[in-house]
């Protein structure tokens, strides 16, 4: 059986209809993501050579300097030419890049970001207003790469770019599961590839403190489990995110999500006190107490020590989920909300906020939190971050906050990337007046770390996060889910050559599984499931952070490619089942091809199940995918024949679909709702 045919069959077929639509192969194939806000295709096309020359002719920079190394040697990856490094300052260069200013030390979400970029036969021309723009144009740059007869060629375009949105971020959780630098930096690599901005770090977290605090050592050494980060490390993560036009933002979670401070400093605590690092998930009751002079003491100098590390505007305070029973019946605690005429826990940390904003702004801070801080107690130039959605963000924005949007772009929620990708903090039928929306800052994903460990949180993270940069950079208008999923795929595979393992990591966890090299059956199999949401794992399966991550779920992707393609395949298919253009009967072939494959991978993969009891929970989808890969290819039968099903058959499969959707495994199916068109489409 030849080795992953499923996904070779798929590609051969766009391969394909790729071909068949476009001969001059020289013609800008628009593979770009995100989509820039403008670009005008003309005709012709730069061959790359190994003569090829780079120039910077503006303002000096390191920065910049490096940038360009880096892009030649991934032009080099993408050509197989070995090119000259050595930066020009002649204007007569092939690729000449002229920024007029250094930019400032300090990124912020001021900066200007934009860029042009023109190619001709001749030359390739980028101008920016700073470094930070003129590397948004070499990953431009690198995604215009093209093959053309025997070589590579960048099309002649004329692209002139700036982002829709200032703060375009990705979130990564190390508190619950903490991430080595080497992930955390090639995550930055891949953020920066599709122009990404801000490196939200959540650093604490009630299971796990993970930054170094020389003045308080007992965070990390009594909070952490001995996994966190040095300062010295830190520093190197923020100067490395800030070489790639990325800033870093930190969390330092407080009042609630706080155990991990409580247990190495019990006398921060509002009266109860944890007993240890908190394994399991969920909200806890433990909190920072707010009454407490010292707490201010301890969160000043904490966070003065912070400033040495991060030169960002902002820190960010967490601030969610902060129950406090406590705070409702310490007598302390309650006498000194009386005292200060404070009514209720919300009032309490209002009060709270603002004695830490005070701090802030002491130490030239800015302070960012979660839609808890929201609070008229806390002047406007906090910026509120919004997991609770879209109307939460505009009500900020109506009083006059910045904010930024997370709530719809939990990827943690296993939602397939063109949901995702339609979600936008600005939608077009927004109430929010245009002042209003200036106001709505950008977005950003969270990657939350319950479920989550290095060997999978790349493809927890990839390809969907790319989807959702796109929003954040393109224009509103930009909206093509098939066009999205369709350049989603190469964007993808671009990561995979930046170190990222999103793709790899499915094949590793299932050689691990089987125990084996040969995985061609599970590969196949695997194709039909994506993992459950962490949400749902988390009601189904008792797990703490001291779960090992190595079963199946940890081991399939969300929204792996094969579903969108039946999700396209199965509408194609239904517009003319019976017909026989090349059209409908590439769809047909590839539905079939999936029925039938994954169908057969069933008897081998049970083979392995025997041997390998943590592969076991999967027993019942395994013997659903047999019956539905059935229904499946009998559905395709009775449609491209125009034949009548036997009595039953219809009620019988959509009923044997519905049991399908029943939580087993902790995986789902990731064809269900293609397959109950076709079986619905029969007569
Ligand atoms: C959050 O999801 N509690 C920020």
Known sequence: ????????????????????????????????????????????????TNGLTVSATGASSPLLDHAIVRMISRLEDRTGLQLSKQIQTAPTATLVIDVRSAGPAVQSFEEDESYSLTSTANSIKIEAA????????????????QASGSSYVIPSVTIQDSPRFRWRGLMIDCGRHFEPIEVLKRNIDAMAAVKLNVFHWHLTEDQGFRIESKRFPKLTEKGSDGLFYTQEQARDLV?????????????????????????????????????????????????????????????????????????????????DEAPAPDWKKNPRILAFMKAHDLHDN??????????????????????????EIFNPALPKDVVIQSWRGVASLAKGAQQGYEGILSAPYYIDGMQPAGKLYLAD?????????????KLILGGEVP????????????????????????????????????????????????????????????????????GSENIAAMRDFASAFEPVSFGERSSTQHTTQLTPLTSFVDAVRPDPPIRHQIEVAAKTFLTAPTAQDPATNDAHQLLLHFFETVGASVPRV??????????QPIHTRAEQLTELSVIGIDALKYLNTSTTPPAQWKEHSLAQIEAAKKPSGLVNFTFLPALTQLVNATR
């Open 130 to 145: 700073t470094p930070v723009g003129a590397l948004h144009a070499m990953e431009t740059l690198l995604q215009l790469v």
């Open 606 to 615: 049970q083979l392995v199940m025997d041997r390998q009891p943590r592969f």
């Open 425 to 437: 903090p600005v939608p077009a039928d927004t109430t929010l007046t245009p002042e209003q929306q």
């Open 1 to 48: 059986m030849r080795k992953n045919a499923l996904l070779a069959f798929a590609i051969a077929l766009s391969a394909v209809r790729v071909s068949g639509q476009s001969t001059a192969t020289d013609a800008f194939h628009n593979n770009l993501m995100p989509e820039p806000s403008s670009l005008t295709a003309n005709t012709g096309s730069l061959s790359i």
């Open 239 to 319: 100067a490395y995110a800030r070489e790639r036009g990325i800033r870093v933002v930190p969390e330092f979670e407080m009042p609630g999500h706080s155990v991990a401070w409580l247990v190495a400093y019990p006398e921060l605590n509002s009266g109860s006190q944890p007993t240890g690092i908190r394994r399991e998930f969920g909200v806890s009751d433990y909190v920072l107490d707010p009454t407490h002079p010292e707490t201010y003491k301890f969160i000043d100098s904490f966070l003065t020590e912070m400033t040495t590390i991060f030169p960002d505007e902002y820190i960010h305070i967490g601030g």
């Open 447 to 514: 990657m939350w770390a319950e479920h989550l460990d290095q060997r999978t949180i790349d493809s927890r993270i990839w390809p969907r996060t790319a989807a959702i940069a796109e929003r954040f950079w393109s224009p509103q208008n930009v909206r093509d889910v098939d066009d999205m999923y369709r350049r989603l795929d190469v964007v993808s595979v671009e990561l995979e050559t930046l170190g990222l393992r999103h793709l790899t990591s499915e094949d590793a966890e299932l050689r691990a599984l089987a």
């Open 346 to 371: 919300d009032a309490l940390q209002a009060y709270f906020n603002t004695q830490v904003l005070g701090i802030l702004t002491k130490l030239h801070r800015r302070m960012a939190g979660w839609d």
